[in-house]
């Protein structure tokens, strides 16, 4: 008995240190072939795009030389005091923010209100102008939570607002783009969490130059179905978001979602603007996942 328990020990421990050695070799060699590959030129496609937020412990500028190398087009939710830098790199944003106004912010914006004329005046006074100076076409926005409102006022209340920035937004052909969201795990309360409402505002507000960014991790998250919805409200579409289901890390086989039939789905469409990888890396070298995650969607 001791000597069948004995030889049992060893050989699932010898099971285990296999398995472990083979996942590290297959996600080394990954990592290894995304660094091969990135060398070949990208396929053009999908214009790439990254998320300035997922990469704060990267200096700024370092980061740009690594979007350059990359192949990359875009670092996305930037601002003014990042957009004359990326130009050294000849880089642009596939989508840009600002420092919103004092008691605003993602979790209370339009759909309240006491924010529209601070926001209104951001927008038209100072974002708009800013974004169509450094050749920006699409700005982000939000709804806000809900706070007790009920959806039918919500968006009554988000196309007031935004119906006096459209003028602006249509003069300079800047675009404004509202995030869909999820209120089930990150965003608890956020309003414009499905994407039949945020359609639904979009045929209020009644301008070319508002549309929603459809964030695909979000999505997945409240609605799934995410390749069917794309075709079906891709005119209402401006920009996408990509990240890993569960846990919005990288969007590899450790994820649920299937990223190359997805992003081939949106290029079906026609669709000619960014993807933003807005995935937070758990590896060390953020960049080598980056790499991959553009390899992924580079279709």
């Known amino acids: 008995m001791e000597n069948t328990i004995s030889r049992r020990s060893v050989l699932q421990k010898t099971a285990l240190a296999t398995t472990a050695a083979m996942l590290s070799t297959s996600l080394n060699n990954r990592i290894e072939a995304a660094d091969t590959q990135m060398g070949?030129?990208?396929?053009?496609?999908?214009?790439?795009?990254?998320?300035?937020?997922?990469?704060?412990?990267?200096?700024?500028?370092?980061l740009c030389k690594s979007a350059k190398e990359i192949?990359?087009?875009?670092?996305?939710?930037?601002?003014?005091?990042?957009?004359?830098i990326m130009k050294k790199y000849?880089?642009?944003?596939?989508?840009?923010?600002?420092?919103?106004?004092?008691?605003?912010?993602l979790g209370n914006f339009f759909n309240n209100p006491k924010n529209h004329d601070v926001l209104v005046n951001f927008y038209n006074d100072f974002l708009i102008p800013e974004a169509a100076k450094a050749g920006i076409k699409n700005i982000i926005c939000f709804s806000g939570n809900r706070?007790?409102?009920s959806d039918a006022q919500?968006?009554?209340?988000?196309?007031?607002?935004l119906q006096r920035i459209m003028k602006t937004a249509e003069k300079y052909d800047v675009t404004l783009s509202m995030e869909l969201l999820n209120s089930k795990v990150n965003h608890k309360d956020y309003q414009?969490?499905?994407?039949?409402?945020?359609?639904?505002?979009?045929?209020?507000?009644?301008?070319?130059?508002?549309?929603?960014?459809?964030?695909?991790?979000?999505?997945?998250?409240?609605?799934g179905d995410v390749i069917a919805t794309i075709r079906k409200y891709h005119q209402y579409i401006s920009h996408y978001h990509t990240g890993g289901v569960p846990g919005r890390n990288e969007i590899n086989d450790s994820q649920e979602l299937n990223y190359p039939a997805i992003m081939k789905a949106i290029i079906?469409?026609?669709?000619?603007?960014?993807?933003?990888?807005e995935f937070i890396p758990t590896r060390q070298d953020k960049i080598a996942s980056l790499?991959?995650?553009?390899l992924i969607c580079d279709v």
């Open 268 to 277: 079906d469409t026609g669709y000619k603007g960014f993807v933003g990888q």
């Open 192 to 223: 414009c969490d499905r994407t039949e409402w945020g359609v639904e505002l979009c045929e209020m507000v009644g301008s070319e130059k508002f549309k929603l960014l459809y964030d695909i991790y979000h999505m997945q998250i409240m609605e």
């Open 40 to 62: 070949a030129a990208l396929k053009g496609r999908i214009n790439h795009s990254a998320c300035r937020w997922c990469y704060e412990s990267i200096p700024f500028e370092d």
């Open 291 to 294: 790499r991959e995650g553009i």
């Open 90 to 105: 000849d880089l642009t944003a596939g989508i840009g923010w600002g420092k919103w106004p004092e008691n605003t912010g």
């Open 71 to 84: 192949g990359m087009k875009s670092i996305e939710l930037t601002g003014p005091e990042e957009w004359g």
């Open 147 to 149: 706070n007790g409102l």
């Open 154 to 161: 919500g968006l009554l209340n988000c196309k007031k607002a």
